[in-house]
């Protein structure tokens, strides 16, 4: 009898244990972030609800000093909260910038609305879009950096 009141013991403690751990989890849960490595140019990235980051890297593309642009597109109806780390070292000419980004929102068919153009390092906060569509055009040696975090 003392056996079968010991294997009851156990298994209340287990219950309890599994009830506090899964309410801990549940209360610290974060969406992982989803990395994407923006390559090859000229391309159309689609992304779900959720938190991600985009990297930018011109010795992968071996696009450099040339027009790089992506499309960005969130799910319909909503906007996009932009956090970006840009580092671009310009070494040429201080007057003409010789490396760049463009961020726009792409507002409608028709109409791209700025949001930045960027040709030094830059740090980036809580930059929104109007619409779930984004642009960015680049062009980056492959010395300089790109990358943005993005939240829908």
Same mark, same amino acid.
């Given at each position: 009898?003392?056996?079968?009141?010991?294997?009851?013991?156990?298994? &209340? *403690? @287990?219950?309890?244990?599994?009830?506090?751990?899964? +309410?801990? @989890?549940?209360?610290?849960? &974060?969406?992982?972030?989803? %990395? =994407?490595?923006?390559?090859?140019? %000229?391309? $159309?990235?689609?992304?779900?609800? /959720?938190?991600?980051?985009? !990297?930018?890297?011109? &010795?992968? $593309? /071996? +696009?450099? %000093? &040339? !027009?790089?642009?992506?499309? *960005?597109? /969130?799910?319909?109806?909503?906007?996009?909260?932009?956090?970006? $780390?840009?580092? *671009?070292l310009?070494?040429? +000419?201080? !007057?003409?910038?010789?490396?760049?980004?463009?961020?726009?929102?792409?507002?409608?068919? $028709?109409?791209? @609305?700025?949001?930045?153009?960027?040709?030094?390092?830059?740090?980036?906060? +809580?930059l929104?879009?109007?619409?779930?569509?984004?642009? =960015? *055009? =680049?062009? =980056?040696?492959p !010395?300089?950096?790109?990358?943005?975090?993005?939240?829908?």
């Amino acid at each position: 009898m003392i056996f079968l009141y010991e294997k009851i013991y156990f298994i &209340k *403690i @287990v219950i309890i244990f599994f009830n506090f751990y899964s +309410n801990s @989890v549940q209360l610290n849960f &974060k969406w992982p972030e989803s %990395h =994407i490595q923006l390559t090859p140019c %000229h391309s $159309t990235y689609t992304i779900s609800s /959720g938190n991600y980051v985009l !990297d930018y890297d011109s &010795k992968i $593309t /071996g +696009n450099y %000093h &040339k !027009d790089c642009t992506f499309l *960005i597109e /969130g799910p319909p109806g909503t906007q996009m909260q932009l956090n970006a $780390t840009i580092s *671009i070292l310009n070494k040429t +000419n201080k !007057d003409e910038c010789m490396d760049w980004i463009k961020l726009y929102d792409f507002y409608s068919n $028709t109409t791209l @609305v700025p949001l930045g153009e960027y040709c030094e390092t830059t740090n980036l906060t +809580n930059l929104s879009t109007f619409s779930n569509i984004m642009y =960015i *055009i =680049i062009n =980056i040696s492959p !010395d300089d950096l790109f990358q943005l975090s993005i939240t829908t």
